[in-house]
């Protein structure tokens, strides 16, 4: 498609339950971002791939937090156990090798909406 | 760590009123500088960036900013706001040259353009 897809656009769980949000990148972008957007806060970086090299996971708050990312292309961000606190915008974004350091611009997705109740 | 700072949370103008918003971020070294805009209902979108060169930047829809090394400041200003600038807008900046891949955004400041 033309923009980064993420899917799904809403979901509610129950505290406790797996989660799983999905994104789809700009074709040809090998740079993939996840980020989190919480009510009245700033977007917190989660975790970073770029091509085949090792991602980025400074930024996942927990180890309930995991992302991986096959053949390149989609990725997907796993929560487990979600707690209340984990509600919030997940966004993911792409951009073309090498990344911001080259001034390339990161391309948002629209963000998966998580509600734990 | 480095960071960034958006002093304004929300600033609330008037039509045609002029508008600054002020970021300032703590990283000593070459910077890539970058202001997104979040439109209500919509996704993030790139309203201007500085990567090197002349430090006024001009962007999309009237938008500036000037990059002030010396005061670790990267403001964005409008002339004359309209009512369809509402929105939130965020600074971020990447570390240029560094290992870090990914941007540092700041909270955000919400802009409520009154009709």
């Known amino acids: 498609g033309a923009g980064v897809s993420q899917s799904p656009s809403n979901k509610v769980t129950e505290k406790g339950k797996d989660v799983e949000l999905r994104c789809d990148p700009i074709s040809g972008h090998t740079a993939l971002y996840w980020y989190r957007q919480s009510l009245g806060q700033g977007l917190e970086f989660l975790i970073y791939?770029?091509?085949?090299?090792?991602?980025?996971k400074s930024g996942l708050p927990s180890d309930r937090f995991s992302a991986e990312r096959t053949g390149g292309s989609v990725s997907t961000l796993t929560i487990q156990r979600t707690q209340q606190e984990d509600s919030a915008v997940y966004l993911c974004a792409s951009s073309l090798s090498p990344s911001v350091r080259s001034g390339n611009t990161i391309y948002f997705g629209e963000g998966s909406w998580l509600t734990v109740v | 760590a480095q960071s960034v700072s958006q002093h304004n949370h929300h600033v609330i103008l008037s039509e045609a009123a002029s508008l600054e918003l002020g970021c300032n971020y703590s990283y000593g070294g070459t910077v890539n500088l970058f202001w997104y805009v979040q439109y209500p209902g919509q996704h993030l979108q790139l309203l201007l960036k500085y990567f090197s060169g002349d430090p006024l930047v001009k962007g999309i829809k009237g938008f500036e900013a000037e990059f002030i090394k010396s005061k670790f400041s990267f403001n964005l200003r409008k002339p004359s706001v309209q009512w369809s600038d509402t929105a939130e807008y965020f600074c971020?900046?990447?570390?240029?040259?560094?290992?870090?891949?990914?941007?540092?955004f700041g909270k955000g400041t919400k802009l409520s353009v009154k009709p």
């Open positions: 791939f770029q091509g085949n090299s090792a991602p980025d």
């Open positions: 971020a900046v990447a570390l240029n040259g560094g290992s870090q891949g990914n941007l540092i």
